[in-house]
């Protein structure tokens, strides 16, 4: 009987999500390679069984690479870049994108990834560290449903599950509503809990897509573009690395209301 065929795994981005659904698959078993534009920021992972590279070209040699950055131009630098994943001579058979960019920018990787014979999952998330540490991160997926198919057991690894939407970009506009709903953080309302989960500069960038897409299919979204404004007076005012909570505190100031904390136990809808 032929054993069966150990599937490798690369990993792009270890940032504060990066990291712990990297580490969620290396936990797993899974032979995972990680790189991160920053190593020392990846090494840790090392003890949990993941191999660190050093250049992005030694994950091209990878069955599946997932990526998780910031932004569409950072996804274009890993991916296709002078020193990316693709500036090898090896290739993957697949990239798993996990970040939230936009329609116009999903599309361009997948030409970009199809002219190398590279298929493209567009399979952004919702959730944070604290979610992914809970094993709660859910995906919402768009490509190939053969890829799909074939990435589903590590997708479930990483989270509590994946929803297929189809072929294409559909995924990202799943995305984009799902990110321009209300957020809310029960713990900073009750007890002015600020621990940083997502920052002003990431809820900006979604904001943005979401208005993209909004002028794109001629939807009026004046809430949102409301809410965008009220997102870059606070990154105006200094606050960009705080959490995006710290907006209650702007807008209490700006009413003239001084809050103060209940300190009572609040549930974050993760414990079991």
């Not at 990066?18 to 936990?27: D, I, P, Q, S, V």
């Not at 690894?157 to 809310?184: A, D, F, P, T, W």
Request: hydrophobic share 40%.
């Amino acid at each position: 009987m032929t054993a069966a065929k150990v599937v490798k795994l690369g990993w792009i981005g270890a940032g504060r999500m990066g990291f712990e659904m990297a580490r969620r698959l290396a936990k797993a078993g899974c032979d995972l390679t990680v790189w991160n534009r920053t190593r020392a920021k990846a090494e840790p992972l090392a003890k949990d069984g993941a191999k660190i590279a050093d250049d992005l070209p030694e994950l091209a040699g990878c069955d599946i690479v997932f990526c998780m950055v910031s932004t569409y131009d950072d996804v274009k630098e890993v991916i296709a870049g002078p020193k990316g994943l693709l500036s090898g001579s090896a290739r993957p058979k697949m990239v798993v994108e996990c970040s939230s960019i936009s329609l116009e920018g999903s599309a361009e990787l997948r030409k970009i990834l199809s002219t190398k014979g590279v298929e493209l999952l567009s399979a952004p998330v919702s959730g944070n560290a604290k979610v992914i540490k809970a094993g709660k991160l859910t995906f919402v997926v768009s490509g190939p449903k053969g890829a799909y198919d074939t990435a589903a057991p590590y997708l479930d690894m990483m989270g509590q599950g994946s929803s297929y939407v189809g072929e294409g970009e559909l995924s990202r506009i799943v995305k984009i509503c799902h990110n321009v709903m209300l957020r809310y953080k029960a713990p900073a309302f009750v007890n002015l809990d600020f621990h940083v989960t997502f920052t002003p500069y990431l809820l900006r960038k979604d904001m943005d897509l979401g208005l993209e897409a909004g002028r794109r299919f001629d939807v009026p979204m004046p809430l949102a573009s409301m809410t965008r404004d009220l997102v870059q007076s606070m990154m105006g005012a200094g606050m960009t690395e705080e959490d995006f909570s710290i907006l209650l505190l702007q807008q209490a100031k700006a009413s003239g209301i001084e809050l103060k904390p209940e300190n009572k136990a609040v549930g974050d809808g993760l414990s079991q």
